[in-house]
């Protein structure tokens, strides 16, 4: 039983790892958003050339901007203004009105390792756990995590990423987290 257990962990990291190595974007002239026939595609830098040193994804622009961020492949500004003061929140809330689907975990910390808590709070979010009607359909609409889920951030094809901790053995209580 160990050995088929061992065995279906090792295909799992190498099926990952094969993934991950299958980075390929479109050309810009190709990819449906920038004009092939401006002159500025020429000037711009192609995703293949740009991309292909960042930590690998499966899924979006292939690459792992957190892992490209806590690596130090990149250091994005932390704000725009000097006066903006970033405050780096490492907390996590669990969501529990997820239907059948498993809980859902917000990790504040990588989302304040690139955003200050006004690009969110209290336009997006209010910031009082239960006081989001957050739902699937809005998501899917553009708002809540839509604003950027699908748009600048992985895709909301990625269910598990967010629906990551099974019912079964959560023993806490929805909202925020100890840690």
Same mark, same amino acid.
């Given at each position: 039983?160990?050995? !088929?257990?061992?065995?279906?962990?090792?295909?799992?990291?190498?099926? #990952?790892?094969?993934?991950?190595?299958?980075?390929?974007?479109?050309?810009?002239?190709?990819?449906?958003?920038?004009?092939?026939?401006?002159?500025?595609?020429?000037?711009?830098?192609?995703?293949?050339?740009?991309?292909?040193?960042?930590?690998?994804?499966?899924? #979006?622009?292939?690459?792992?901007?957190?892992?490209?961020?806590?690596?130090?492949?990149?250091?994005?500004?932390?704000?725009?203004?000097?006066?903006?003061?970033?405050?780096?929140?490492?907390?996590?809330?669990?969501?529990?009105?997820? #239907?059948?689907?498993?809980?859902?975990?917000?990790?504040?910390?990588?989302?304040?390792?690139?955003?200050?808590?006004?690009?969110?709070?209290?336009? !997006?979010?209010?910031?009082?756990?239960?006081?989001?009607? !957050?739902?699937?359909?809005?998501?899917?609409? #553009?708002?809540?995590?839509?604003?950027?889920?699908?748009?600048?951030?992985?895709?909301?094809?990625?269910?598990?990423?967010?629906?990551?901790?099974?019912?079964?053995?959560?023993?806490?209580?929805?909202?925020?987290?100890?840690?």
């Amino acid at each position: 039983m160990n050995i !088929i257990r061992l065995l279906l962990i090792v295909l799992i990291l190498i099926s #990952g790892a094969l993934l991950a190595a299958k980075q390929t974007w479109k050309l810009l002239a190709d990819d449906g958003l920038h004009d092939p026939q401006s002159p500025a595609i020429e000037l711009l830098q192609e995703p293949s050339e740009a991309l292909i040193l960042l930590p690998p994804d499966t899924t #979006g622009n292939m690459v792992s901007w957190v892992d490209a961020l806590r690596d130090k492949y990149i250091e994005p500004r932390s704000n725009l203004f000097s006066v903006t003061k970033v405050k780096i929140l490492d907390m996590d809330i669990i969501l529990e009105n997820t #239907g059948e689907m498993s809980l859902v975990r917000f990790p504040h910390l990588s989302h304040t390792e690139w955003l200050d808590c006004d690009n969110c709070h209290d336009s !997006i979010f209010k910031e009082k756990v239960g006081a989001n009607p !957050i739902n699937m359909f809005a998501i899917l609409n #553009g708002e809540y995590c839509g604003r950027c889920h699908g748009a600048v951030a992985f895709p909301l094809t990625e269910c598990l990423r967010c629906h990551s901790v099974a019912r079964r053995t959560f023993t806490g209580k929805p909202g925020v987290q100890p840690k």
